[in-house]
């Protein structure tokens, strides 16, 4: 669960701002939309082995630079 605490003289934009970047990072929306539909077995392989080369390519962009 995600919490969030209003700081001194911080308005409810910024907050609503900071909750939502925090709701975002955590994958609490990606999440809420996987499971709001069905997701056909051949469609779900194929959507994880595109997962799985970005997160591939990902880190090797990464050893390049370093």
Do not use: H, W, Y
Not at 19 to 35: D, T
Not at 40 to 45: F, G, H, I, M, Q
Not at 54 to 66: D, E, P, V
Request: glycine share 2%; net charge positive; hydrophobic share 30%.
């Amino acid at each position: 669960m995600i919490r969030i605490q209003l700081r001194p003289n911080e308005s409810l934009e910024a907050a609503l701002k900071r909750f939502k970047r925090q709701c975002n990072l955590s994958g609490v929306f990606r999440l809420a939309k996987k499971s709001s539909f069905f997701e056909k077995p051949s469609d779900k392989r194929r959507r994880e082995k595109r997962e799985r080369l970005r997160t591939i390519q990902k880190a090797q962009r990464r050893r390049r630079r370093n």
